[in-house]
């Protein structure tokens, strides 16, 4: 018995070697799923960088483990400075983002480029900016926070459709060309969590939410519906686990849902034909 509690406890004290060393780099980690992310992976024994825009958000949580630091992912500049100061990276969480609410008729110029500045090209050049360090590590682990909107559209929406289809694209693609530097790419595609998502960070265009829009039909009934979803949402305590599920298990598929619209949209997506599915979710949303 004396022989197999030290044989447990020489296995728990190796993983938290393991985990102690490993350092975990989040992207606007000052609230929602980031923030969440961040103090779960500190109580496994990660040292988490928390990069925020606003890293004095997190100095409440701040401790040996959690390091605040600051990240602007629109400026490649601002990324290299702040990364230059952190060593190793073993992992990294790209969960930055926004969505934008707008027809297309209407998206401006400064919309339609701000909403993949920030989800498409922001990871973008983090990934940019990690890649060589994991490279010379040979190993690294990028997950990627997309949405299950990365897979389905949804009117109103295109513009958040379109950059987490493209964080699907990206995911597809590192996945080979990091592959012989045994850096794993991941996706996660949550459904609605109850985060400052809906609250802070969706943005509405002026002209499509005007009471005599031709969309005022389409914008009063489908955008309370979506910002009740989410605010009704998962917690995100389910994608935190994913997370650090992914990073431990190196057999973890490319990509996973998290929380029930997901669960429910994505399996039906690839059973039923375009035609039946787009039928599927205009019974559901009232389309
Ligand atoms: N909540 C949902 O239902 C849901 C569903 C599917 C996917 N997602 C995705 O999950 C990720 C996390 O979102 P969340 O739900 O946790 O929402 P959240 O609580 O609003 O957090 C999003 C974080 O992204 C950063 N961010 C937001 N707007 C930004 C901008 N204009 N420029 C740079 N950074 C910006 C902010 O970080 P800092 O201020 O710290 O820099 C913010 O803390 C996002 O990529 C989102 O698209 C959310």
Redesign the pocket.
Known sequence: MIFINTIVSYFNYTCFMNKAHKTVLV??????????AVLALAKEGFIVY??????E??FDIQTEFIRPIP????NIESIEESISHVGQIDVLV??????LVSTVEDVTEEEMF?QF???VF?LLRVCKTVIPKMREQKSGVIIN??????KIGLPLFTF?NA??YA?EGITDSLRYELKDFHIRVHS??????????????L?TNAKTFEEDSPYAGLVSTLAPTIVG??NE??S?EE?SAMILEIIENESFPARKTA?D??KKFIPMKKELSDEDFERRVRAYYDL
Do not use: C, E, H
């Open positions: 992207t606007g980690s000052s609230s929602g799923m980031g923030r969440a928390a990069a925020s825009r606003t890293p958000r997190l990240l602007d992912i629109t790209n969960n930055a983002g926004y969505g701000n500045n920030i989800n922001g926070i997309s949405s299950f909107l990365g958040y950059s987490k964080v996660i595609m949550p459904g609605f969590f109850d985060t400052n998502f809906a609250r802070d960070n943005v979803q989410i949402g998962n995100t994608v929380g619209k997901a």
